[in-house]
T-cell receptor, first 113, second 112 residues
Framework: QQQVKQSPQSLIVQKGGISIINCAYENTAFDYFPWYQQFPGKGPALLIA?????SEKKEGRFTISFNKSAKQFSLHIMDSQPGDSATYFCAASKEAAGNKLTFGGGTRVLVKP | ETGVTQSPTHLIKTRGQQVTLRCSSQSGHNTVSWYQQALGQGPQFIFQ???????GRGNFPPRFSGLQFPNYSSELNVNALELDDSALYLC???????????FGPGTRLTVT
């Protein structure tokens, strides 16, 4: 069964700190790994995504690290702000198969001022 | 550029009834995917439509069905509603050749 396992389930970080969320996948055919941010009552919003040809991608305060051999990838949120308080989901898909996303279980991040 | 829109926002149905949810894809996108998100969980892939044809299906029974129209908008139909169908139903649109999927705000379905 295709699975994406995400940890931790929840995270509390002080304003200005670093939030780190980890994901592990099983299907080696996956070749697209996005992260989504979801606020209560809203749909997930695409944050940043990576493909296996690079080991790291940075966009502003958000960085994805990717370890193909370990089948793991992580999201780092630098200088965390209260507005970053949300649920974050990692996902994985196979682009050639239409990018049907398999999601992790989510991480609830609370940034304390 | 118009984003993904979904209707209705909320819906309450009784067990055994049927429901139709609607989605308008982002302009320029020709692929629509539907996901079910139970409370406190990640979204689960239901099915995808490309050029009005079903292009892949997740682990959902046949009472979940869909349509895509020539303007790329889509419907999700669920027959014989069960209590466990209560969830947020999300529609995502994308364009062939790119990986990015953009989600709508969802329809919150409650089955009583």
């Amino acid at each position: 069964q295709q699975q994406v396992k995400q940890s931790p389930q929840s995270l509390i970080v002080q304003k200005g700190g670093i939030s780190i969320i980890n994901c592990a996948y099983e299907n080696t055919a996956f070749d697209y790994f996005p992260w989504y941010q979801q606020f209560p009552g809203k749909g997930p919003a695409l944050l940043i995504a990576i493909r296996p040809d690079v080991s790291e991608k940075k966009e502003g305060r958000f960085t994805i690290s990717f370890n193909k051999s370990a089948k793991q990838f992580s999201l780092h949120i630098m200088d965390s702000q209260p507005g970053d308080s949300a649920t974050y989901f990692c996902a994985a898909s196979k682009e050639a198969a239409g990018n049907k996303l398999t999601f992790g279980g989510g991480t609830r991040v609370l940034v304390k001022p | 550029e118009t984003g993904v829109t979904q209707s209705p926002t909320h819906l309450i149905k009784t067990r055994g009834q049927q429901v139709t949810l609607r989605c308008s894809s982002q302009s320029g996108h020709n692929t629509v995917s539907w996901y079910q998100q139970a409370l406190g969980q990640g979204p689960q892939f239901i099915f995808q439509y490309y050029r009005e044809e079903e292009n892949g299906r997740g682990n959902f029974p046949p009472r979940f069905s869909g349509l895509q129209f020539p303007n790329y908008s889509s419907e999700l139909n669920v027959n014989a509603l069960e209590l466990d169908d209560s969830a947020l139903y999300l529609c995502a649109s994308s364009s062939t050749g790119t990986g990015e999927q953009y989600f709508g705000p969802g329809t919150r379905l409650t089955v009583t």
